[in-house]
């Protein structure tokens, strides 16, 4: 995994992180937790941007099992990198912690239309994740992934 921190590093991981947290404005840290093992994955970048219709996780799930193969390793190898963002966001003012949430409280203007294609296809991806997530509680999501803590 060591080489691979020369391209997931911390500043695509707080990109992708920040966009999530600005979408929502307020996410619980475990699920932002779940972001980088899915947006850092190169082949999930690509199945969540071609999803016409992005009606559930269950659906997710079942149609594209590629995407979960060694999901709890990526989670796990993730982990710091995306504990490193949160730190990153936190020290620049950009999220506020309290207790088991994280709330944006950072400058609207989070313009990335002048960043990489890579970028650009982060944020479509976290878009499409977003949406995956945003009907279900954590504890379903780390469930249903089959995460192992």
């Known amino acids: 995994m060591r080489?691979?921190?020369l391209y997931n590093n911390e500043?695509?991981?707080?990109?992708?992180?920040?966009?999530f947290i600005r979408t929502?404005?307020?996410?619980?840290?475990a699920t932002i937790l779940m972001i980088l093992p899915f947006v850092l994955h190169e082949p999930s970048v690509k199945r969540l941007n071609s999803i016409a219709n992005k009606r559930s996780l269950e659906e997710?799930?079942?149609?594209?099992?590629d995407c979960l193969v060694n999901l709890n390793s990526r989670f796990l190898d993730f982990l710091p990198l995306a504990i490193n963002a949160?730190?990153?966001?936190?020290?620049?003012?950009?999220?506020q912690i309290n207790r088991d949430?994280?709330?944006?409280?950072?400058?609207e203007e989070y313009n990335l239309e002048k960043s990489g294609k890579?970028?650009?296809k982060n944020v479509k991806a976290n878009m499409a994740l977003s949406s995956l997530f945003e009907?279900?509680?954590?504890?379903?999501?780390?469930?249903k992934l089959k995460i192992q803590l």
């Open 24 to 29: 929502h404005k307020m996410v619980d840290i």
């Open 135 to 143: 009907l279900e509680k954590t504890s379903n999501i780390f469930l």
């Open 101 to 107: 949430k994280v709330f944006f409280i950072g400058d």
């Open 86 to 95: 949160i730190t990153i966001l936190s020290e620049g003012k950009t999220i």
């Open 60 to 65: 997710f799930i079942v149609m594209y099992p």
């Open 3 to 5: 080489a691979n921190y």
């Open 118 to 120: 890579r970028i650009q």
């Open 11 to 19: 500043a695509v991981s707080t990109v992708a992180i920040g966009h």
